[in-house]
């Protein structure tokens, strides 16, 4: 081995251990089945780099003579990378038959120019369209599905289908950059070099990518952790004051108005159905509520059977008709997990939110009123008192 060679191997060994932190990135979110893609992509690093790596040690005699072995692993890994970002990416699984018909067309025009009538420069064109083709398997989906509003996942969408486009180039710039006959021996021309540096820059760049978003995913469900409710994944108490702050800051989707709900007599449903079957009611009534607000409400379960909702762009009596209305489904909601007898109702107050400062005061009011409503016979709704 020549300083030359030793050299083009940093680059193949660098994008694989680069594969490596990713199934070490893996294996600490194993439990989490949208981690699997990360297992993909490393896959997608080291089988191309493997064969980049042998490739860095032969003469062109020995290209031609390895090129159906070669050609394999980059196109499994290539195909295992298209794979990995399309999960990613949530567009579910590559066509594994389109998959297929690349590859064998591929391995096809390599054993011609390999067997039959030995020619690099038709190699090198026949497998970087391979590669460039099988990432434009799901490159064609991700350029349809929507945006994702993420910058980072924008910024990962964009890199892949850059990637694609890529390898599409790089077949048409061998023609160019290296002379289809002559005595260049490939793996020591500066287009192998090129070669091998983009293809540790871009896998650099996606390491990163991956690195950050996976990172944020960690930390947003740390987030969602602390501030939901495990029963009902509806905010907490902690949740929901830091979403209304963020909400009431803004200032944009005022007037807005909080509203308290209890359900009624529930300690009567655990007591005649079992405690299982109460928090089964709390789940109903939480996709209720759900349901019935707009997607920029909050909803939250501040502990208990109190449920807490801060409605956007309101006034008192349009709050009061949504809460009517969520009364009555409640009444009409089939639950099959009660006795027949059993109806679940719950007693509301409604309180105005003039200000982020005022919030803490509303909810007090709103939860006053609550209560006046249960004492004035349950089921029923109590309305803050016009200024
Ligand atoms: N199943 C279930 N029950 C809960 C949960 N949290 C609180 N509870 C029960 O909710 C019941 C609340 O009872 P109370 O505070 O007496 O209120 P209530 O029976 O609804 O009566 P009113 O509010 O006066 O109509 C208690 O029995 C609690 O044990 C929970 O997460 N799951």
Known sequence: MNAHQYFSLTAPAGVIALGMVLVACWWVQRRSRSARFLLWVAAGYVLPSLAMGLQSLMSNAQLSQWSLFTAV????GLWCLA???ALRAGIGSISWQAGALIS?????????HSRMHDDLWARMQWLNLGVGALLLLPARRLWRARLPADRLERLLHWSFLGLAAYHVLRAATAALLVPAHGPIVLTHSGYWLA???GSLLFAIWFSVLLLACSMRTVYMSMRDERNRDPL???????GFEEAADALLGNGRSGPWVAVVGDIDHFKRVNDRCGHACGDQVLQAVSELLMQQVREQDLV???????FVLLLGRVQLPEAEKVVQRIREQLRAMPLAMLPPDMRITMSFGIAAVQTRQSLRASLDEADVLSYAAKQAGRDRIHLQAFA
């Open 73 to 76: 692993l980059y196109l499994a």
């Open 300 to 306: 939250a379960r501040f502990g208990g059977e109190e």
């Open 104 to 112: 064998a067309a591929t391995l096809a025009g390599l054993y011609y």
């Open 195 to 197: 070669m091998l540096a």
């Open 83 to 85: 794979q990995g970002m």
């Open 232 to 238: 009902t994944r509806l905010l907490n108490r902690r």
